[in-house]
Nanobody
Framework: QVQLAESGGGLVQAGGSLGLSCAAS????????MGWFRQAPGKEREFVAA????????TYGDPVKGRFTISRDNAKNTVYLQMNSLSPEDTAVYYC?????????????????WGQGTQVTVSS
């Protein structure tokens, strides 16, 4: 089993930046692809970014391309999401997820493990 815990959420003004972390326990993340998703009230869970087990592949959802950066440190068993140029449309609960795979899935159902989520609120 893999336990995931997100941190770093909060309130930020439009145009600002915020960094999220996702710490894993239970197993090493070395063989897991990791993803970030978000869910706003009344909306479906949306793909944000994913990174392969060795950081060789990163992929982003269209709304965040060029603004968000996913990275990982396998030695620390942690995945990061740096968010820049935030807008109110980025307001959501952000979740990290893990799957034992060489690929970088973009759909929530492809992931096996999920964190509890962290709230990100961007004020205008």
């Amino acid at each position: 089993q893999v336990q995931l815990a997100e941190s770093g959420g909060g309130l930020v003004q439009a145009g600002g930046s915020l960094g999220l972390s996702c710490a894993a326990s239970g197993r090493t993340l070395g063989w897991y692809a990791m993803g970030w998703f978000r869910q706003a009230p009344g909306k479906e869970r949306e793909f944000v970014a994913a990174i392969s087990w060795n950081s060789g592949i990163t992929t982003y959802g269209d709304p965040v391309k060029g603004r968000f950066t996913i990275s990982r440190d396998n030695a620390k068993n942690t995945v990061y999401l740096q968010m820049n140029s935030l807008s109110p449309e980025d307001t959501a609960v952000y979740y990290c997820a893990a799957v034992n795979s060489y690929y970088t899935p973009r759909t929530p159902e492809s992931y096996d493990y999920w964190g509890q989520g962290t709230q990100v609120t961007v004020s205008s």
